[in-house]
Structure formats: structure tokens, C-alpha cells
């Protein structure tokens, strides 16, 4: 009996400690949205932001679904459409070498507004989201390590208010792959005190290889200068805008 409890003890310890070194991703998408955004236009099917199919931000080839599903490095563990609060779709990805998950949603377009504030609440600690995936608790929302928003700058035409005081003194980094993001979000990451790792100095298209070449060197623990240097070559690879002017585009810090 003595020798059983001690294996059950055992295993509890093994558990908890790899549910304890498990890192957390969650990126807020606010669908591209031609009519209900202020963008240029794009093609309609890219540009249907109530329709996750096909949407330049989600499901296009470099959309963050279609980007990181087709990546060698993640695995799809879950996809789960209409669960509330604008979410159209939430999926769930497992980094294949390391214990990091990867949590997106899918925004509704037409709700950019309340894609941002989630955002900024969980960049501040905020509305934490547990999932249970293979009997280990993993924690989203504001208890994930790292957040991003995705998508159009919505700042540029509306501001917000949401409770973006910070919850505690963790550590949270920040990615905001949107045009402008460093001169529109700076005042509200301040009052959220998370780490810009990556944001932006201009215009840019805010597709997922960005992202996920950033998230490669988040994994590793590089530096903010390393990751957000990858972003910018990432950048550059995929739109051949010249490493020089990526790297000004693509900064970290304030």
C-alpha cells in the first residue's frame, strides 16, 4: 500500500511540474472586413468578415490558421466554430518540440472594438480561459505568457475604454502585428504594463508568418532584439521589402 501511494504521489508530482513548464500563446484575430473596417478593400472572399473561410486573416494562406495548420513545427489539437462572444472559431495548436499551445480566435470582423479590448484586458491579467487538453489544465486569455492581436488597427478610428489596470506584477509579453500599432497602442500597453515584444512603426500587412517566426524565438528565450529581428526578416522574406526598412517596421520596446 505504502509503495502504491508513493507511485500515485509520484505521478501527481510528474503532472503538476508539466503542466508547470507549459508556455501559452493567445491571439485575438479580428477577421479583415471590408465593409465594417477601416481598410482598403480587398477580394470579397477575403474581405467577409462575419465568414472564417477564406478570410485574409484567418483562412488564406497566410491567414494564422491556414499558416501555423500547414507548419512542420504545430499541430491543429482542436477547432471548435460559434462559441461565443464574436468568436467565430477557436483553435488550438501544440508546439511539436517543446509543451507551448497556441490558442487564436477568430473575431468577427464587425467587432473589432471588442477584439481589441479582450486583447488589452488580457495583455493586463485579465478574463483568464482554462482548457483541458490530454488531463492538463492549460491557462489563456490574461494567464497566457503571451498575447497578440492580429489585424487592422482599429485605434486609428475609435478608442477604447475596458479595465486595463493589471491584475498582478507576471510578466506578459505583448505581439501587434497591425499598421501603426506602436504609436496607437502605446497608451493603452502602458496602463496594462505588458511587454511590447513586437509592434510596428507603419503600414503593414498582418499576416501569420510574422508572427510565427517570432513565436520560434519566444519559444527559445531569445531576447526581445532577437524576436522582434525575426519578425522583420520574416517580413522581408515574404514581402520583399528590404531587410533594412523590416527592421525599422518591426520593433520592440517603447
Known amino acids: 500500500m505504502k509503495q502504491l501511494l508513493l507511485l500515485i504521489t509520484c505521478l501527481l508530482s510528474l503532472t503538476v511540474s508539466s503542466q508547470s513548464k507549459s508556455k501559452t500563446i493567445h491571439v485575438f484575430v479580428a477577421l479583415c472586413d471590408n465593409v465594417n473596417q477601416g481598410i482598403v478593400p480587398v477580394p470579397a472572399k477575403l474581405g467577409n468578415g462575419q465568414d472564417i473561410k477564406g478570410n485574409l486573416y484567418w483562412s488564406a494562406l497566410y491567414g494564422v490558421k491556414t499558416h501555423f495548420k500547414n507548419s512542420k513545427d504545430w499541430t491543429l489539437v482542436s477547432s471548435k466554430k460559434?462559441?461565443?462572444?464574436?468568436?467565430?472559431?477557436?483553435?488550438?495548436?501544440?508546439?511539436?518540440?517543446?509543451?507551448?499551445?497556441?490558442?487564436?480566435?477568430?473575431?468577427?470582423?464587425?467587432?473589432?472594438?471588442?477584439?481589441?479590448?479582450?486583447?488589452?484586458?488580457?495583455?493586463?491579467?485579465?478574463?483568464?480561459?482554462?482548457?483541458?487538453?490530454?488531463?492538463?489544465?492549460?491557462?489563456?486569455?490574461?494567464?497566457?505568457?503571451?498575447?497578440?492581436?492580429?489585424?487592422?488597427?482599429?485605434?486609428?478610428?475609435?478608442?477604447?475604454?475596458?479595465?486595463?489596470?493589471?491584475?498582478?506584477?507576471?510578466?506578459?509579453?505583448?505581439?501587434?502585428?497591425?499598421?501603426?500599432?506602436?504609436?496607437?497602442?502605446?497608451?493603452?500597453?502602458?496602463?496594462?504594463?505588458?511587454?511590447?515584444?513586437?509592434?510596428?512603426?507603419?503600414?503593414m500587412a498582418p499576416e501569420a508568418y510574422t508572427l510565427k517566426w517570432a513565436i520560434d524565438g519566444w519559444i527559445l528565450n531569445e531576447t526581445d532584439a532577437q524576436i522582434s529581428e525575426r519578425a522583420a526578416k520574416a517580413y522581408h522574406q515574404y514581402q520583399k521589402c528590404g531587410l533594412k526598412g523590416a527592421k525599422r517596421l518591426l520593433v520592440s520596446g517603447y
Open 82 to 203: 460559434d462559441i461565443g462572444n464574436h468568436i467565430l472559431e477557436r483553435v488550438l495548436f501544440k508546439h511539436k518540440t517543446t509543451n507551448t499551445y497556441l490558442l487564436a480566435d477568430a473575431y468577427d470582423g464587425k467587432y473589432i472594438k471588442q477584439t481589441t479590448i479582450d486583447f488589452l484586458e488580457a495583455s493586463a491579467g485579465r478574463n483568464p480561459i482554462a482548457i483541458t487538453h490530454k488531463e492538463q489544465t492549460l491557462q489563456f486569455g490574461g494567464d497566457a505568457q503571451l498575447v497578440s492581436y492580429i489585424g487592422h488597427d482599429g485605434l486609428m478610428e475609435f478608442n477604447v475604454q475596458g479595465n486595463f489596470k493589471p491584475i498582478n506584477d507576471k510578466k506578459r509579453d505583448a505581439i501587434i502585428l497591425a499598421c501603426i500599432s506602436k504609436d496607437y497602442f502605446k497608451p493603452y500597453l502602458k496602463q496594462t504594463k505588458a511587454n511590447p515584444l513586437v509592434w510596428t512603426t507603419g503600414l
